[in-house]
C-alpha cells in the first residue's frame, strides 16, 4: 500500500514565478454531458490563482485531473514540464506528497481520532518517519491551523469550520508545494471564513506555498487570490488579476459576478 519513490515523477523545488502546472487543451466528458472543449490554464510557483465559474463548469474536476483522481480525455497536464498523462496511480500517489487536496467536505476518516486523521498521509508517503516524529509533525501542522492539542477528539466532536482546519492540516502534513483547495469556505459562518481566508494566506506567505483554490465565494476570491480564472461554456473565458476581473467586459464574467453581486445584496438583506 505505500508508495515507494517513483522513477517518473521528477521533481524539483519551485523557483518562485516558474509555470509549474500547466493544462493543455483538456478535454473532458462524462458520456454525453461535455465538461471541457479546451481548457487551457498556467499555475506559477507561488502564486494563488481561484477558479470559478456556475454550478457543474467542472471547476472541482480541474482539481481532481490534476491529482490523477479523474482522467481527461484528451489534452496534457504538464507539472514542471512532465507530462501527466502517462502517470500511473503509483506515479500519481508521489505526486500528491507535493499536491495535496483540501476536499469539499474536509472528508476526515469518522473512525480515526483528529490525530490519526492527520498522521495517515505521513505514513503513506514516509513509512520510515518514527512514532515521535509523527506526533511532532502532527501536534506542528494542529497548531498552524489554529488547533492545538486537538490530537484526541473524534471528528463527530468538531464543528464544520474545525473540521475544514483538520482536513487542511491532514493535506498539509506532508509539506506539499502546492495546495488544491475545493470550495473552502462553502457553508461556514463568516467568522470563520475569515479564518479560512486568513490560512490561504498564510500557507501562500508563511510557507511559500502555490494554491489553487475553486469557489463560489466572490469575497473569499477576491482576498486571496492574484489571479482569478473564469470556466464557462467548456474553457477558460478570463484569467485576471481581482481588479481586472472587477472591471471586465468579458460577457460571461460579468453576468457571474453581476449575479454573485445581488445574491449577496438578497443574503445581506434585513
Ligand atoms: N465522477 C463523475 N461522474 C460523472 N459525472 C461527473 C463526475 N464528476 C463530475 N461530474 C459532472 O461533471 C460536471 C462538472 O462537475 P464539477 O464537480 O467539476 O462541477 P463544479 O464546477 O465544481 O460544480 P459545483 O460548483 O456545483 O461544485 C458536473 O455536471 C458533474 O455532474
Redesign the pocket.
Known sequence: MFSRPSPRLRFHPPQPGEELIRFEHLRKA??P?R?YDDVRLSVHAGETLTVI??????????L?CLIGL?RQDSGRILFQGQDLSDFREEDFIALRRHVAMVF?GAALFDSLSVGENIAYPLHEHFPDMTPAQVRERVAEKLALVGLPDTEHLKPADLSGGMRKRVGLARAIATNPEVILW??PTTGLDPVTTETINQLILDMQRQLGCTSIV?T?DMMSAFTVSDRIAM?AHRRIVQVGTPEEMKRSSVPEVRAFLDARKQELEREAAP
Open positions: 462524462f458520456g454531458k465538461v465559474g456556475g454550478s457543474g463548469t467542472g471547476k472541482s474536476v480541474l481532481k479523474l469539499q475545493d470550495e475553486v463560489h470556466l
